[in-house]
Every structure is written in C-alpha cells, then in structure tokens.
C-alpha cells in the first residue's frame, strides 16, 4: 500500500511539470478574409492561426494564435495529453488503494 502512495505522489508531481496544457486544435484561416479556404479576390497566402476548443458549456471557442506563439501552443496541447494519460494512471491507483483499503 505504501508503495502505491507513493506511486500517485510521483504521478502528481510528474503532472506539475504539464501544468501549461490547453485542449483543442489548431486551424489556419486566410488572415485577410478570416476563411479557411480563402476568399479574396487576389488569393492571400498569409495565414492567421487559431486555436479551437469546447468550454465546459460544450461551446466552440476560438482564440487566434500569434504566429510566434505556435510552438508553444503545440506543445501545451501535447502536454495535454500527458495529463489525460498521468490522470488515467492516478485513476487505476487510486482503484488499486481503495481495493486494498476495502478489503479488511
Ligand atoms: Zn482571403
């Protein structure tokens, strides 16, 4: 049982180093007209970036993304993912815990 504490105080330490996490994904549209598929009448190849994600009302929410921020929303979306994978793991613990508790 010890080992398992410990177990889900090295997971809950492992998440602080994801704390910087968004969900969503990333879309370009035209930064001219605001279209993914662009509609001005000179084609524009400058794109604006944004992020797309559900609230906690299920409402789409877009934020734009500066161009020079890119790498680091992709990598708070990655860092994401490992936070869904460490809470799955804290999860299957816990389980693990409460059995052993339960079982006396
Ligand atoms: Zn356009």
Redesign the pocket.
Known sequence: MKGLVRKRNMLLKKLDRYSEFVRGSISSV??????AR???QK??SLRAYRLTYKDNQQKTRIVYVPRDQLPRIRKMIANHAQVRTIIEQLVETNIKLFKEETRR
Do not use: F, G, H, P
Request: aromatic share 0%.
């Open positions: 035209c930064a001219t007209c605001n279209r662009c509609i001005c084609t524009s």
